[in-house]
């Protein structure tokens, strides 16, 4: 798990001014060690976070001369030693023993499709000295990330988008569709926009050529289906019960591949919990388990410290509880918002904050268990599509933060140009193979709403402090798995049934049965006392105002009564707008419109 960025040149000029900046600006991402390559028109740079091959011949960019290659990387390829074995029985000769190697060899030999050979998540640019072409590649389900931008003559990546803005020459105009989408899906901006005109990412499933004359090409080489099998027809309950726990079991078994301790993040949620319950079944000892909770605040409770207690004394874990009171939260906040690659509004960002914090100080990885509402029909908006007859009407009734007509009261008239996110769903849903329309949504939900805001979130606020995190239910065989089972057996009695049923006699029944929780951070819902005064404050700058992205009368509506506007997922639209205008100012982002 590290941090990479380059620049690729198109008009003769040198690269690699802009290298160490960039480097600089992800130094949390990798505190271990960093480095550089410069070759001509061709720049790489790399911050380490040392997991796997802790020496110095794993160290990045790393290059190969026999080979005629060299590569940034970021993430981990699981299958690696299998992969290794594979290469060397045809021939190929190995300097270090990590995985960053082994993806060298594996596109020596089988080009850029050899990400197709992959589990694990990953983000990587290699440079063909020969051809002189630069190829970047990204995970199936876009655990890493990977930011560009392009000017005339010359393309920069790297896995933060702040990095970018260090090296410069960015236009950080806000860009209107990525707004409209900011605005309507939970803070999710599907890629290839982010919220700024001038900054893309690459999609999740995707291999990017670069030629040296600056023709680019991309191809997907993965695509999600979300529907039933003709040859599934058979499968019985008792079935996908034995698939979920076999394939499951062996996603867990596949990240627990390290040099380094691995912990859990634990909730106390039932996912989280059934990857405690697999650890301890494959004979991990001396577990390290980590829980944070906040204040209440009202009737809204702020920790699940009952259930994950109860999993860390069922499987005699090393356990370590962290309470945050109200104080602790405030002044994380700014440095929440300064960790995010692009602004998010769930309130959990600032617990993932605090809690990598405290676990990186005792283990460099943590599994987590992110991923499974999404591919196992969790959410309490999927019931409502079970019979739906208008897919994109009622996802939009039951999910968008706000409709259009609210849109045209919050953002300035420049900037509404159309109803950019419901046409994105129609698009989406009118691409999906299944007809059905929960189909559509657990396909939409796991491939564009979830890389882009609890995938995201979670990679951002870990790798502020240098915590790996590894999330065994977005291992593609789990997702293509749960993807071939009929919805209605997801979706039943509130939402993950069958997975629920798959952990019976794993996971105590008391977690399976709990009502449904979420990770809650009450003070965000409600902003009161130094939160509103937070927001208030942020709201209020000269640079908010001057801006001109929010109407003045939306936004001193909800300052005048924080309380009284929520999302359909119970979240603060007041913090929504908050955590945008915090984040222009984090990144001194001056303009808007």
Not at 92 to 102: I, M, P, Q
Not at 126 to 136: D, Q, T, Y
Not at 203 to 216: F, L, N, V, Y
Request: with cysteine; hydrophobic share 40%.
């Amino acid at each position: 798990m590290c941090g990479i960025c380059g620049e690729v040149t198109f008009d003769g000029s040198t690269a690699g001014g802009c290298i160490a900046a960039m480097t600089e600006r992800m130094h949390a991402r990798g505190p271990d060690a960093g480095g550089a390559f410069m070759q001509d028109r061709v720049a790489f740079g790399h911050r380490r976070l040392s997991i796997i091959d802790l020496a110095a011949a794993s160290q990045q960019p790393m290059v190969d001369p026999q080979l005629g290659l060299a590569i940034v990387f970021n993430g981990c390829i699981y299958n690696y030693r299998q992969l290794r074995g594979a290469l060397a029985a045809k021939g190929y000769r190995f300097f270090s023993e990590g995985d960053t190697e082994v993806i060298l060899k594996a596109y020596a030999e089988w080009g850029p499709r050899c990400v197709e050979r992959f589990y694990g998540m990953f983000a990587f640019a290699i440079w063909e000295r020969n051809s002189g072409r630069v190829v970047l590649a990204r995970d199936r389900l876009g655990i890493k990330p990977l930011y560009y931008t392009e000017r005339p003559g010359r393309l920069r990546f790297a896995s933060t988008l702040p990095a970018l803005l260090a090296a410069g020459d960015v236009d950080t105009s806000i860009d209107p569709a990525a707004l409209h989408h900011y605005m309507s899906l939970h803070a999710v901006v599907p890629a290839p926009l982010t919220i700024l005109k001038g900054v893309k990412k690459l999609p999740a499933a995707t291999i990017c050529t670069i030629e040296p004359d600056g023709r680019r090409r991309e191809e997907t080489y993965w695509q999600l289906e979300v529907g039933p099998r003709s040859q599934d027809r058979s499968m019985t309950q008792a079935d996908w019960q034995e698939a979920i726990r076999t394939t499951f079991g062996r996603a867990v078994e596949r990240r627990r591949v390290a040099d380094v301790p691995v912990g859990v993040l634990l909730s106390g949620g039932l996912d989280s919990s059934i990857i405690v319950a697999l650890l301890a079944a494959q004979g991990q000892n001396d577990l390290r388990t980590f829980s944070v909770g906040f204040e209440t605040v009202g009737e809204l409770k702020g920790d699940e410290f009952y259930y994950s207690d109860l999993i860390a004394q069922r499987f005699a874990t090393r356990h370590e509880r962290i309470a945050v009171d109200s104080s602790r939260a405030i002044d994380a906040l700014p440095g929440t918002i300064a960790a995010m690659s692009e602004p998010m509004m769930s309130h959990d960002a600032v617990g993932f904050y605090l809690l990598s914090q405290q676990v990186a100080k005792h283990v460099k990885v943590a599994q987590s268990g992110q991923g499974a509402d999404e591919i196992f029909g969790g959410y309490h908006w999927y019931p409502a599509l079970m019979q739906s007859n208008a897919p994109a009407a009622d996802y939009a009734r039951v999910y968008f933060d706000r409709d259009h007509d609210e849109m045209g009261e919050v953002l300035a008239p420049a900037l509404m140009n159309g109803d950019y996110s419901r046409q994105f769903v129609e698009r989406f849903f009118d691409s999906c193979r299944s007809s059905s329309a929960i189909d559509k949504t657990l396909q939409l939900d796991a491939q564009i709403m979830m890389v882009d805001d609890p995938v995201k979130r979670v990679d951002n606020m870990a790798m502020a402090w240098g915590l790996e995190t590894r999330v065994p239910f977005l291992d593609h065989e789990v997702v293509e798995l749960a993807a071939r089972i009929p919805a209605a057996l997801k979706v039943r009695d509130g939402g993950k049934y069958i997975l629920k049923e798959a952990c019976r006699g794993l996971v105590p029944d008391e977690v399976i049965d709990r009502p449904k929780g979420y990770f809650p951070v009450p003070a965000l819902k409600y902003l009161r006392g130094p939160f509103y005064d937070f927001v208030h404050d942020v709201l209020d700058a000269p640079v908010a105002r001057q801006r001109g992205v929010f109407n003045r009368a939306y936004v001193d509506r909800l300052l005048a009564d924080p309380e009284g506007e929520l999302t359909p997922k119970g979240h603060s639209k007041l913090w929504q707008i908050a955590v945008l205008e915090c984040w222009l100012q984090t990144q001194r982002i001056e303009n808007g419109i």
